[in-house]
């Protein structure tokens, strides 16, 4: 259930907040401010991470700026599978941009593999040890600003 919305708006230029504002819809149906939500709150992330997934990519040279990539469903051993929600069963030669454009899960997710050093195979193992992709992809997803402090001074930052 979706019981409030939240929204930051910040200068592209230099990264000042303009402003952050919020509103909650309570257990009697009536709508309150809750803007400290922009700054307290905690939600899982969702295609915001995918910006900082294509700079961990780039940076690792594990992609190139323009790469094509064929959108696909992947298959791991298992059973496990993942696919993109805009192709759920087709083969779709995308890049980078196109990837952003459409959230891309697959584009993402051969990124990963490719930051890991296990580029994807059909039905291929998930790697095991993934502690230094995973900081290479904290890394990229910090200089987009997920997972990092504001820097300004706001009681109770999560």
């Not at 509103?23 to 992330?45: E, P, W």
């Not at 994807?120 to 992809?137: E, F, R, V």
């Amino acid at each position: 259930d979706m019981d409030n919305a939240l929204m930051v708006v910040q200068n592209p230029n230099n990264g000042d907040v303009l402003a952050m504002v919020g509103k909650q819809i309570d257990k009697d149906g009536s709508l309150t401010d809750f803007d400290i939500g922009t700054f307290t709150a905690q939600y899982t992330v969702g295609s915001s991470v995918k910006g900082g997934t294509l700079l961990a990519g780039y940076q690792n040279d594990a992609i190139n700026v323009g790469e094509e990539m064929i959108d696909e469903p992947l298959e791991f051993s298992g059973g496990l599978k993942k696919h993109s929600y805009f192709n759920q069963d087709g083969k779709v030669r995308i890049d980078d941009k196109e990837a952003l454009m459409h959230s891309s899960n697959v584009y993402m997710f051969k990124t990963a593999l490719k930051i890991a050093g296990s580029p994807y195979t059909p039905n291929m193992n998930l790697p095991s040890d993934i502690s230094i992709a995973g900081q290479k992809l904290r890394k990229g997803l910090n200089q987009v600003g997920l997972g990092v402090k504001t820097g300004i001074d706001l009681p109770n930052e999560t």
